[in-house]
């Protein structure tokens, strides 16, 4: 049995069905793992399967309605229920509604994860409809954006200077002290008496050396778990 990196077993079943090969299955799932996209639209990029193919085997398999959304018309109300963000974020689009039941469209219906995030952010039950990625990306251009999006991805694409200090944070911050130092042994002759020739607290020279050397290890710890608790969380 394959791992779950191949969507949930997706890679299983399609191999069973004669739908891929081995070698096919096996180079999509490191694309997967390098780019987080789902199995079957990398699998339909690298030619092993047609869209239309991977649309029937979903229908046939889970039982899915195959939507069209080029000519279907979303009603305002349902974009009210998925933020722009969460749409995006999971590759969904509102297709309808049915009672208690928001019907939405989506390449992977397999994808047991997002149907069950989906669910408890929006409160509703979710029924997955399948359509192409074409169709899905397409609908998600025409997403109304709210000044609360506009904030949201205000937060998550900073800008250029803004994407500087992330990376620069780290390295600046953490080797400042180290830098210090070394450029004060370099041109300060009193500081080099102080602290090599004359150690302070009875230290010798190379008691002296090893203790910066500690001390800097143990900043740049504390900065490295600042900058991802606080700069950078997506390091965690």
Avoid: C
Avoid at 7 to 22: F, K
Avoid at 27 to 54: D, H, Y
Avoid at 153 to 177: C, D, H, N, Q, T
Avoid at 189 to 215: A, E, Y
């Amino acid at each position: 049995m394959r791992s779950e990196s191949y969507g949930g077993n997706l890679g299983d079943l399609l191999l069973r069905d004669g739908l891929v090969t081995n070698d096919a299955l096996d180079e999509a799932v490191k694309r997967q793992q390098q780019t987080n996209q789902p199995l079957g639209r990398i699998l339909v990029e690298m030619n092993a399967i047609s869209e239309s193919v991977k649309l029937n085997f979903f229908h046939k398999r889970f039982g899915h309605e195959i939507v069209s959304l080029r000519d279907h018309k979303i009603p305002d109300i349902l974009y009210t229920y998925i933020p722009r963000s969460t749409a995006l974020k999971y590759r969904v689009v509102p297709y309808k509604l049915e009672g208690d039941t928001l019907v939405v469209a989506m390449e992977d219906p397999s994808n047991l994860v997002t149907l069950d995030n989906l669910k408890v952010q929006i409160g509703l039950k979710i029924r997955p409809v399948i359509a192409s990625y074409s169709d899905i990306e397409a609908a998600l251009e025409q997403f109304p954006q709210t000044e609360e999006d506009e904030a949201e991805e205000a937060v998550a694409a900073p800008s250029g200077g803004g994407k500087l200090f992330k990376y620069l944070f780290f390295p600046v911050v953490a080797f400042l002290p180290l830098a210090t130092v070394i450029a004060l042994l370099l041109f300060s002759d009193d500081f080099q008496k102080r602290v090599l020739l004359h150690p302070p607290w009875g230290f010798d020279t190379q008691d002296m050396v090893l203790s910066i050397v500690l001390l800097w290890g143990l900043w740049s710890l504390i900065i490295y778990e600042l900058d991802g608790l606080f700069v950078n969380p997506e390091k965690r």
